[in-house]
């Protein structure tokens, strides 16, 4: 009879280990799914950052031709780029770069476009100096 407790106890002690090793590769498991969690939002964080400052740019372009195309859009120099900056009150385009929050840089560029015989808009063609 005592040499079936012993066996017992023996099994017990084994069941013990088995169950610790288990719990513990559930709890680093979890670990490192957290932690590559973490990584993932904190870059996610950047490309949302980085989405909604290229949204405000299109915006700002906007209200810059909204203004005046002749004077703010159509005398600006084609194939250059230009940077958008807010002076207090108005967004103007400059030759400056100018860096948000750092670490962002936005920019564009005016082009000319052509158009062709039916003025479509075609890589080769007329320049209509009323787009850009």
């Known amino acids: 009879m005592s040499q079936q407790i012993r ?4 099994i017990a002690l084994l069941e013990i280990v088995i169950a610790s090793s288990i719990m513990l590769m559930v709890i ?3 670990g490192v799914s957290y932690t590559t969690y973490v990584q ?6 950047n490309n949302i950052q980085a989405a909604y400052i290229a949204e405000e740019g299109l915006e700002a372009v906007t209200c810059i031709r909204d203004r005046g195309w002749a004077t703010y859009i ?3 120099s084609p194939n250059t780029t230009y940077y958008l900056s807010f002076n207090g009150s108005l ?3 400059t030759t400056v770069p100018q860096s948000v929050d750092g670490q962002f840089l936005r920019s564009f560029i005016v082009a000319p476009v052509n158009r062709d015989a039916n003025a479509d808009i075609a890589t080769t063609g007329t320049n209509d100096p ?3």
Do not use: C, D, E, F
């Open 7 to 10: 066996k017992n106890a023996g």
């Open 28 to 30: 680093i498991a979890m």
């Open 40 to 45: 993932y939002a904190l870059a996610n964080q």
């Open 74 to 76: 159509a005398a600006l």
């Open 91 to 93: 967004w103007v385009s």
């Open 130 to 132: 009323n787009t850009k």
